[in-house]
Structures are given as structure tokens and as C-alpha cells.
């Protein structure tokens, strides 16, 4: 069992940045895969970002590849998303999840991960 609260997220003009972080409690969070999706109004959740248990290895989704970075701390059990040059369309709430299945790279399937967050908003204006 792992609990997940985001926090970081904000109003910020397109062209910005923005850190979201992801605390974890319960059990030890380096067992998991952590991964972060988002959801905009009328759409589907969507994968944005995932790393494994050691966070070697990292996978994006191809609208923020170049642009956002997944990172983990293990000690602190915390996961990050550092977000550049902020894009009105990345408007969202974004949500971090928890795979507890051990895997050689991140899975984009939304069923794949066991434990989610309340999520935060990020709202990007032009």
C-alpha cells in the first residue's frame, strides 16, 4: 500500500516552468515504478511520463518529450516532474501513479499502476 500526494501545480504563462512533486508514504517507495498522467476537461487521462524502480530508465509521451523530465528520489520518496517552456495545452490536472509490478520500462497503460494521487491542476495561459 503506497499513498500519493501531488503538489506544485499552479497558474503560469505559456513559456514558463513548473515542478510537480509526488510524496510517498506507506511502503517503500523504490519497490515501485512511479509514472505521471494527466487529464483536460472532455478528454481522456493521458500517460505523460514514467520511469522503473531505479530511474534509469524513462519514457515519455511524444507532445513533451524534450520539454518535461520524470525524476525520482528515493530517499526522500519523493517523484518529480519538471516542466518547460509550458504549453497551453498542457493544461490539465495531473495525477502521479504507483506500478507495483516489476518491469524492464514504464508502462503507458493507465491499468497498469495500483495506487494514484488526488492529482494537482496546471493551468497554462497564453
Known amino acids: 500500500q503506497v499513498q500519493l500526494v501531488e503538489s506544485g501545480g499552479g497558474l503560469v504563462q505559456a513559456g514558463d516552468s513548473l515542478r510537480l512533486s509526488c510524496a510517498a508514504s506507506g511502503r517503500t517507495f523504490s519497490s515501485y515504478a512511479p509514472g505521471w498522467f494527466r487529464q483536460a476537461p472532455g478528454k481522456d487521462r493521458e500517460f505523460v511520463a514514467g520511469?522503473?524502480?531505479?530511474?534509469?530508465?524513462?519514457y515519455y509521451t511524444d507532445s513533451v518529450k524534450g520539454r518535461f523530465t520524470i525524476s525520482r528520489d528515493n530517499v526522500k520518496n519523493t517523484v518529480y516532474l519538471q516542466m518547460n517552456s509550458l504549453k497551453p495545452e498542457d493544461t490539465a490536472i495531473y495525477y502521479c501513479?504507483?506500478?507495483?509490478?516489476?518491469?524492464?520500462?514504464?508502462?503507458?497503460?493507465?491499468?497498469?499502476?495500483?495506487?494514484w494521487g488526488q492529482g494537482t491542476q496546471v493551468t497554462v495561459s497564453s
Open positions: 520511469t522503473t524502480r531505479s530511474g534509469v530508465n524513462t
Open positions: 501513479a504507483a506500478d507495483r509490478t516489476l518491469r524492464s520500462s514504464p508502462s503507458i497503460l493507465s491499468s497498469a499502476y495500483d495506487y
